[in-house]
């Protein structure tokens, strides 16, 4: 069974660096063909795709974050980190980690999502 927990502090003062981490159990980060990935979802509005991480360490991100997204791992922890910079309270959403799956074109994991706000 695999497991994916995300950990971070839940508030961010604006202007500063938000950074979570995934924690992954039951399967390892460089297992082909699996991309780890980021997700979030605003108050009030629906899924938004950040970014990921590939098995391979490959990166690919969201047009609209890419210039303030950094995705990296560290296959000794079997952990990938999100870091988010010159955040705003548009940044607020639950943040979720997430395996895709290509062969089946699916994401077929899910952490249980974490709260950040981003408030002075």
């Known amino acids: 069974q695999v497991q994916l927990q995300e950990s971070g502090p839940g508030l961010v003062k604006p202007s500063q660096t938000l950074s979570l981490t995934c924690t992954v159990s039951?399967?390892?980060?460089?297992?082909?063909?699996?991309?780890w990935s980021w997700i979030r979802q605003p108050p009030g509005k629906g899924l938004e795709w950040v970014g990921y991480i590939s098995y391979s360490g490959t990166t690919s991100y969201s047009p609209s974050l890419k210039s303030r997204t950094s995705i990296s791992r560290d296959t000794s922890k079997n952990q990938f980190t999100l870091q988010l910079s010159s955040v705003t309270p548009e940044d607020t959403a639950v943040y979720y980690c997430?395996?895709?799956?290509?062969?089946?074109?699916?994401?077929?994991?899910w952490g249980q999502g974490t709260q950040v706000t981003v408030s002075s």
């Open positions: 997430a395996r895709y799956a290509s062969s089946w074109v699916t994401y077929d994991y």
């Open positions: 039951g399967d390892s980060i460089t297992t082909k063909y699996y991309y």
